[in-house]
Every structure is written in structure tokens, then in C-alpha cells.
């Protein structure tokens, strides 16, 4: 008789060693069936504006910390690249980036990036070079301004949890306008990173005050409201790829990122 | 009466009680172990004792009594209060109003001049702010430690309450208390306490509408 119980126990054993380290799914959840802010609004819970102001006080407070892991990671990365010049973004980082010819892999928010070899991504230009147009800076070879003149126009849609489009063509020297509109149930972030910044967040991922810190980005826009909108125009200044993503804590993990590249830089995306 | 802890009134005087009882137990057993001879003290003896027993937890209930009486002035006295539900009344004496929206997962902060900020609400020292929160989506928490008050916010409903911000500047936690998905532990804000301690408007009215 024991032996059925012990053969039993073992089998058990077994059975949920296996649903706990092999058989685990995904991180994802239903979105919400819809955003009760347009009921709120027709209460009057809530200001009618769609598309709000953001609050400059609270931008001004500088209340979120960068972490000290992604702070001494950028610090080498701005190092290196001032050190350096012509350095490529495989001497980049110690950290999550190895060169790899060929087509690489960009999997997760784990967050191992490997990137093609070419060398083409000069981190000399993305950190030092300031061409100024409308009120912002050139930073990562991006050159974001809120309009301007462009030569084409891409919309994006917001949802849970994905972009209207993962992969974005575009060549040097491209000015593009963007409009970008929340189409989910759930307040979204916009934001621009390039991959040194991309290999930053790998750390942050793994904490719980994800929203207590600082989201480090080439182009930000916090907080659109389900059925808000924004646009800007953008001019890239040199070849590279760049990942857009909404960085509210599981969106990205859950698939709500992209990426921007030109010709032969993309990566490719294990999603 | 002070006691070496630094504990004073009723709850000193039902430490040494308990403590003298705890002594007079544990001689009473060592004693019961090792006297050769046993000791057979009379009836009214033990009645004697049974009788202190009693006595003594009749005072150590009406001591409990006025201690807890005393703790719940306190705990009512409104000058002491730091937070609190809103009832709907005297909304003018507040310095400041704040509409959140608590989503899936973060919190959104309106101000009065309809400005949105994320995650980060900033007030000045010891004004007293009323939170009027709404949920996007779930079943939400609003939980600010250091102001003492959680509040669970319902879909399709507004929670109103109302916080004293702490008098020493500084970065304190707001947090939802409620699982309301994967995100859950990571929704949380900052409640940033900075500036100069307003002038006017402590003194403007009654929080809980009486005046």
C-alpha cells in the first residue's frame, strides 16, 4: 500500500515541477472591456479634455530617480562614446550586447540584445552632436521636434497590447511626421529609445517600483488617455534602429513595442 | 507612574500586575517541585486569593476601558486628524484638489488647471489636499502610509478623500493596495511634499463641513 502512496507523490511531484519551471506561460491579461473615463466624463468626475496638459510642476520636481545600475551603465556608455569616437555599439556596453553577424535577435524584455556587426551606429554622433530644429536637440541620431516640415506621415495606433506596426522602414536623412493615437482602454506612454537606452530597462524590469523611476528616453510622451492623440516630427540624422514601446509597467512585456530602423539595420524580433 | 520602558497610567500598573503574577507563579511551581513537605493552606485562603483575582480583573477592565476611551478622543480630535473620508461639505477649505485616475497600472494625477502629471503628485508642506479618485478599468487601492489612508476604488464609482501632507519635505509613497492584475506591484506614485508651508487656507473652514 505505501507504494502506491509514495509512487503517487512522486508522480505529483513531477507533475508540478513541470507546470512551474517548463510549462509556464506567458506574462499577459485581458485588457479591459473598456475605459470608464467616458462615463466619468459625462459626469463631470473628469476634465472633458481629451489630450491634457502635462504638469510642469511635477516634470520640474525631478522626483524619479535613475537607478544606480542604469545610471553607472549610461555614465560608461557617454563615456565610451566621448572617449572613443568611431567606437561602434559592440564596444558599447559589457552588459547585454554582443556583436553577432549577420541577422541578431532581440527577444524579450530579458532583454539580451545582440545587434548586427556593421558598425554602423556611431555613438559618437548620438550623444555629441546638437543640430538643433524647432525647440529640441539631436540626441541618438534622432531629431524630434513637435512640427515642422516632412516628407511622409505614419500613423500609429496604440492597444492593448501591441502598435499598429512592429517594424517601421525608414532611411537617413527621412523627416517623418508621426501622429499617434491611443486606441485602447488604458492610458499608454509613447516613447523613442535607442538600444544603449534599450539595454538599460533590462535592469529596471525586474523591479517593483518600475514607476517610481526614471524612463530614460530619446522622445517621451506620458500619459495619453485612452482616445488621445499626439504628433511630432522626426528627422533621422544618421543609420541606426530605434525601439518605440509604451513603457508602463507589463505593457512592453506584453508586446506593446516596435521598432524603427533603416535599411539593414533591423534586428530581428523573437515576438 | 513611569516604568523602565517609559510607559506611564493604566498600562504600567497592568504590566506590574502582570508581571508580579508572573513571579508569584513561577516561585509557587519551583516551590511545588522542591519543599519536601506539602503545604495545605485552609479554605479561606484560597477564597481569599480567587477573590483577589477577581478584583483585580475588574480593574484591569475598567482601566482598558478608559484607556480605550481616552485613545478614541485622541484618535477624533481634528487637529490631530492627517486624513480622512470626504463627506461632500466644505470642499472651499482645501488647498488643493487633485482628480485621480488609477488605471492598469499607475496613477494618473489631474490638477485643477486640468494638468495631467504621471505618476507623481506635488504639494507643499501640511496643506490639505482632497484626492478624487476614479478607476479606469478594476477594482483599484489608494494607499498613502505615512498619511494613514486606504481607500478601494470601485469601477463606474468616485472615491473622495481628503490627506494633511506631512510637514517635512520629502518623496512618500501612494500605492494600490487592491491585486488588479500583473502590473499590480508595480503601481505605485510618488506623493512629492515641497516648498514653503502655505500661509493662508489651514484655517479657512472645517474639513468635515460642520462649520
Known sequence: MIKVFVSVGMIGGLVIAYLTVFAVGPISQLPPPESLLTGFRAKGFVPTVVNLEEDETAEEAEVFEVPPQDAVMLKQILKNSSSMPGMNMNSMGEAAMKPAPGAAKMPNAEGAMEMKADGAM???KETSTD?????????????????????REIKLTMAEWKFSAKQIDVKPGERIKFTVVNDGQIPHEFMFMNMPLMSAVTYRATRADWNLVEHKALFEKALVLPGGDFSFVL???????????????????????????TPGMAMDMAM | MENALGISGPQAIMMAVTASF???GMVMLLAAIFMKKRWKPSYMFEFAFIGLMLGLVYYADVLSFDTYTAYQENLNAEEKMVSGNFVGKGEAAFDRVVTVVAFQWGFAFINEDEQLSRNAVVVKPGEKILFKIVSNDVIHGFNIPVA????EIDPDDKREVWIKAPDKPGKYLIQCVNYCGVGHSQMKAWLVVQGSTPTAGLDGGSINGDA
Open chain 1, 235 to 261: 528627422k533621422v540624422t544618421q543609420p541606426g534602429t530605434w525601439m518605440f514601446m509604451c513603457m508602463l509597467p507589463f505593457h512592453m512585456q506584453m508586446g506593446m513595442m516596435g521598432q524603427m530602423s
Open chain 2, 22 to 24: 508572573t513571579v508569584l
Open chain 1, 122 to 124: 556611431d555613438m559618437k
Open chain 2, 148 to 151: 494613514q489612508i486606504t481607500a
Open chain 1, 131 to 151: 543640430m538643433p530644429m524647432g525647440d529640441k536637440m539631436a540626441e541618438g541620431g534622432l531629431l524630434v521636434a513637435d512640427n515642422g516640415n516632412f516628407d
